[in-house]
């Protein structure tokens, strides 16, 4: 077990809505990072924050969001959802930028 | 249990064989690299990492080798376990890029009993 949990596991929802996924870092990491895995891509950088503020943006589209709240969990916002939205969705965590990260289990994300 | 990836190159392995997956990293700024393993429905496992100031690095049953001038990364599993079966991914990261963690594609490795 790494000590970050995501929710939910599962996720089945129409193309157009929007959705957020939930991240809860490891006890005392800042840093909170998103991926998405599709069978196509591999691990895909999305973006990073430490302590609340966003330190690292990768390949994530406009229509997606995210946030870090002062309690260090984090929620990822999807938003008009397509389908190729559809992918595993990993949070990691790390006690500090540089230091390894400890992944979820990931959100599984469908988009029909 | 979820599939990770398709098109992954996959290494077959006799149980109780030795392991090397290979890694070619793009960037001769990474700094830091670190393996991680998938198993099916799960989420990616810290393995083993390694500092470019480092050649070879070794843990339980696992070393990491480091070869900056051609750019390549190993992993080399000893006494491979059935266990072992999953999806390794190498991972790079560039501190002076704001410490962005770059995935490979991953190999699948198989463990023939």
């Known amino acids: 077990d790494s000590g970050v949990t995501q929710t939910p596991k599962h996720l089945i929802t129409a193309t157009g809505q929007r959705v957020t996924l939930r991240c809860s870092p490891r006890?005392?990491?800042?840093?909170v990072y998103w991926y998405q895995q599709s069978l196509d891509q591999g691990l895909q950088f999305l973006i990073q924050y430490y302590n609340g503020e966003e330190r690292a943006k990768g390949n994530i589209l406009e229509r997606f969001s995210a946030q870090q709240f002062p309690d260090l969990h984090s929620e990822l916002n999807l938003s008009s959802l397509e389908l190729g939205d559809s992918a595993l969705y990993f949070c990691?965590?790390?006690?500090?930028?540089?230091?390894?990260?400890?992944f979820g289990n990931g959100t599984r994300l469908t988009v029909t | 249990g979820e599939s990770v990836g398709l098109h992954l190159p996959t290494l077959s392995v006799q149980e109780g064989d030795n392991s090397i997956i290979n890694c070619a990293y793009s960037n001769s700024a990474s700094d830091y690299f670190i393996w991680y393993k998938q198993e099916s429905g799960k989420g990616p496992q810290f393995i083993i990492d390694?500092?470019?100031?480092?050649d070879k690095r070794q843990g339980q049953r696992v070393t990491v080798l480091l070869n900056k001038t051609v750019k390549h990364l190993s992993l080399q599993i000893a006494a491979t376990q059935p266990g072992d079966s999953a999806v390794y991914f190498c991972a790079e990261n560039i501190e002076a890029a704001g410490n962005k963690l770059t995935f490979g594609g991953g190999t699948r490795v198989l463990v023939k009993p």
């Open positions: 006890s005392g990491d800042l840093s």
């Open positions: 990691a965590s790390s006690s500090s930028p540089g230091s390894p990260l400890h």
């Open positions: 390694i500092r470019s100031n480092m």
